[in-house]
């Protein structure tokens, strides 16, 4: 049985990762390989800060809010590890602020020590009225994508760099299964008019006396367009770009200039932080993921694929538990092709 | 001219001190009666003795409470040499046994407001202070379940049960926002500022505080464990301390064990494991058996530590004395001559949480001192 999986960011590696830890030992057969044309640090998982918190308004999905709950979960047993730096996790606590008093987000509970700010947390932030602290984890892209090739590799994962640009050029391949983790761009692989790139530029600066990450919102101007400042295991990620159709993967110095003066007005002490990069990603945008099975033929047999893409700005807070569901789809097919000799495993 | 007394200790002293303050101090070549000083219009000359954190934040209180001085602050050791650059400068007071808890609480009040004003600001970096979140664990429920500090510090609370699960040899928790004071940062930043305002900075050690008459007016013993031989204070002894520094930067929230023994601690460069409590032990060198005992307790409330890289030991020797933080005016009188000395040390594990609040106290005191007509004794013959 072979698996192709097509993407290398975190939706792809950690969908793997999934599939052959439940089902590699009821499975011997079970040759599974990744082709993308972009791996870490090249990925768009490598450009993002990696906060695990979901959207505030609640998904149209509301199997999402599972998944981002899975997520964090997951991530927590891992993170009291000794091997979590390792990982790219950490808890890391902070403040979202508003203009104005807003309903507690459904995800109150997921995350760990939830509350309403004082009036002494106020006054630290002069252009805000109301606002949340609570603590939660960041999942650094480039070093989880590390450890997930390692973990793959150890298991006989083979990589392979290639642009692949059909389902039919891999199925004809040899695959019986193909995962579809191709983020923002699959629709070169099947076109999709509900995806589209939610650019986004950060600036990652030297600031190591930064503990907090600080998330503004605008709710007239939108998700990710207010300047938000969050930690990392080295640098500390400033943000607040999100242009909806912006296929440019360029940075753009008035992007530049607006996340330095919004993140400095908001942290006066950031003027004197180093700059150590400055990246632009391209959220992969869409009213709600894209994870279903699909069955194309090609010539005289049926290749199942499996979508997961579409996870916008919040792929690593929901990734595992995308991996988990997508795990769940692989099983059945599977099941229906009678190529499970024990009874799948327990989910 | 000066004259040199039987028993006193030569020191550069001796010579003429001449400099330049922005406040017009003359050259020292002193004769003066101190206390014709005190009533004339020169300036009263102020002598702080030490350079830790209590020595610096006294003289920068000193300088803008007390009107018309010219202030020097000596000591042997500056920043990173000091007792303060060992102490990781979490701001989470300690109790003094006979010092009442309103002080307490005002003197960790008022030194939180102050370092929490340029945490805020754009000298947070320069001056080594930021916030950091955290929490602090017991084994068992404490007596006092709300310390004195919990609205001095930013959002106490509780811990839930999804946070103490973290910790499963501990059953409560306190949750909450400090700040941290890092004195390799802050003490230059202090001494920066005490020089742009004309306070002179003199690397000396003094073996005895009439080392310092009449060469100055007002003495502040700023001397920390050094009072013991400096102000015949035999009831202070080290409380030596033994910690590990670390790399580990994706730690970033203090652990605090509640008995106070074993915490981590993340600062800008570095994340502070500790630590010990070794009553009378004036050993500076760390104990390799000790770092090791540090280090498992250590990753045993956070086993992420097991990566930490680049781990340095550091020792330093408490100030403790029993009695608490001496704020006291002595006037030292030998021989005829008469030397007001503020006395302003003591302050054991908790001299970077209360700094500020004592050393305004100090200032006051300093500024009882100058103000106060007092008889002038005879010359002494020379």
């Known amino acids: 049985m072979r698996v192709v999986v097509i993407g290398a960011g975190v939706i792809g590696l950690s969908t793997a990762l999934c599939i052959h830890e439940r089902y590699r030992s009821v499975l011997p057969s079970l040759d599974m390989r990744v082709y993308a044309d972009r791996f870490t640090p090249l990925t768009n998982t490598d450009v993002a800060a990696g906060l695990c918190q979901p959207y505030l308004s609640d998904p149209r999905n509301p199997q999402e809010a599972d998944w981002n709950q899975q997520t964090f979960d997951y991530l927590l047993s891992h993170v009291h590890s000794p091997n979590a730096a390792n990982v790219g996790l950490a808890l890391v606590s902070g403040y979202n602020l508003f203009h104005e008093a807003i309903p507690d987000p459904s995800w109150k509970n997921t995350v760990l020590g939830f509350r309403t700010l004082t009036p002494r947390d106020l006054d630290m932030f002069p252009d805000y009225s109301y606002g949340w602290f609570n603590t939660s984890l960041i999942v650094e892209g480039r070093r989880y994508l590390q450890w997930l090739t390692e973990r793959l590799t150890e298991r006989g994962v083979k990589f392979f760099q290639k642009k692949v640009e059909s389902f039919e050029e891999v199925a004809r391949g040899g695959a019986d299964v193909i995962i579809n983790c191709t983020g923002v761009w699959a629709g070169s692989l099947q076109p999709d008019p509900l995806l589209q790139p939610g650019r986004g530029q950060i600036i990652k600066v030297d600031a190591p006396w930064m503990k907090h990450f600080i998330i503004t919102h605008d709710p007239e101007k939108g998700i990710y367009k207010s300047p938000y400042i969050i930690p990392g295991i080295q640098a500390v990620t400033l943000g607040g770009i999100f242009q909806l159709g912006n296929w440019s993967e360029v940075n753009n110095i008035q992007d530049h200039n607006t996340i330095w003066e919004g993140c400095c007005r908001l942290e006066p002490t950031l003027q004197d932080a180093k700059i150590v990069a400055e990246l632009t990603g391209l959220r992969p945008v869409r009213p709600q993921i894209r994870l279903e099975r699909e069955q194309l033929r090609f010539a005289s047999s049926n290749t199942e694929v499996i979508h997961n893409y579409g996870h916008g700005g919040y792929g690593l807070t929901i990734h595992w538990g995308c991996a988990l569901e997508a795990a769940k789809l692989f099983g059945k097919v599977l099941e229906e092709r009678k190529l499970l000799k024990m009874p799948p495993p327990h989910l | ?382």
């Open chain 2, 1 to 382: 001219m000066q004259l040199k007394l039987p028993g006193m200790v030569s020191t550069a002293l001796d010579q003429p001190l001449t400099g330049k303050t922005s406040v017009g101090a003359r050259a020292f070549c002193g004769f003066q009666d101190c206390f014709s000083r005190l009533r004339s219009m020169d300036p009263v000359r102020i002598a702080v003795v030490g350079a830790g954190v209590v020595g610096l934040s006294t003289a920068m209180c000193v300088s803008k409470l007390v009107p018309r001085c010219s202030i020097t602050v000596i000591s042997d050791k500056f920043s990173p040499d000091t007792t303060s650059d060992v102490a990781a400068g979490m701001l989470i007071p300690h109790v003094y046994p006979n010092t009442p808890i309103p002080t307490l609480k005002q003197w960790f009040r008022e030194t939180f407001d102050h370092l929490f004003a340029i945490a805020n600001s754009a000298e947070a970096k320069d001056a080594g202070v930021h916030l950091v979140s955290g929490w602090q664990i017991f084994r068992s429920i404490p007596a006092e379940e709300v310390p004195f500090w919990a609205d001095v510090v930013l959002g106490f609370r509780k811990m839930t049960k999804a946070e103490l699960k973290k910790f499963p040899q501990h059953v409560f928790g306190h949750a909450f926002t400090t700040l941290k004071c890092e004195s390799p940062a802050y003490l230059p930043w202090l001494e920066k500022r005490l020089k742009g305002s004309g306070v002179l900075i003199l690397t000396r050690r003094i073996g005895d505080l009439w080392e310092l008459h009449p060469s100055f007016d007002v003495v502040v013993n700023c001397s920390g464990l050094g009072s013991r031989q400096l102000a015949q204070d035999s009831e202070m002894f080290p409380m030596r301390g033994q910690v590990l520094n670390v790399r580990a930067p994706w730690v970033k929230h203090f652990i605090r064990d509640g008995s106070g023994l074993t915490y981590i601690y993340p600062g800008t460069s570095n994340v502070i494991l500790g630590g010990t409590r070794q009553q009378g032990d004036w050993n500076l060198s760390p104990d390799a058996e000790i770092s090791r005992g540090i280090f498992s307790r250590c990753c045993a409330l956070e086993p992420s530590l097991q990566g930490a890289c680049d781990i340095r030991e550091k020792v330093g020797l408490r100030p403790f004395r029993p009695a608490g933080v001496r704020l006291q005016t002595e006037f030292l009188a030998q021989d005829g001559r008469r030397l007001p000395v503020v006395h302003h040390y003591g302050h054991g594990s908790g001299g970077i949480s209360v700094h500020w609040g004592t050393a305004l106290e100090a200032a006051r005191l300093v500024s009882e001192c100058v103000q106060a007509p007092r008889t002038p004794t005879p010359k002494s013959n020379l």
